[in-house]
């Protein structure tokens, strides 16, 4: 079992930024492509990056140039820098695990598919 729990939501206001992190086991890093999905309200479920053990990366194209997903393998950590932040990123923010086979595959899935392991999320609020 691989437990996930977002931390470093909150908010902010347009054009600010926010960390997100996710701690993780090393046996997660080095077995699954991990990453972060965010749902809107009244939205579906949508990828927003995905970093797989390979250190491959995918980033949904909305938020190429301004999320940057990393890892601290000495802390074993997952986590989500995101800049320059606007109104339509506001979101539930979730950690997620899979052994998926890449992290292009990862991030398209349907917004209905369960990933192995996710997280409870954490709520990311953009204002003016």
């Known amino acids: 079992h691989v437990e996930l729990v977002e931390s470093g939501g909150g908010s902010v206001q347009a054009g600010g930024s926010l960390r997100l992190s996710c701690p993780a086991s090393a046996f997660a890093f080095s077995n699954y492509c991990m990453g972060w999905f965010r749902q809107a309200p009244g939205k579906e479920r949508e990828g927003v990056a995905v970093?797989?053990?390979?250190?491959?990366?995918a980033y949904a194209d909305s938020v190429k140039g301004r999320f940057t997903i990393s890892k601290d393998n000495a802390e074993n950590k997952l986590y989500l820098q995101m800049n320059s932040l606007k109104l339509e990123d506001t979101a539930t923010y979730y950690c997620?695990?899979?052994?998926?086979?890449?992290?292009?595959?990862?991030?398209?899935?349907?917004?209905?598919?369960?990933?192995?392991?996710w997280g409870k999320g954490t709520l990311v609020t953009i204002s003016l």
């Open positions: 997620a695990a899979d052994p998926a086979p890449s992290p292009g595959w990862m991030i398209a899935v349907p917004a209905n598919y369960d990933m192995q392991f």
């Open positions: 970093l797989c053990s390979s250190g491959d990366t």
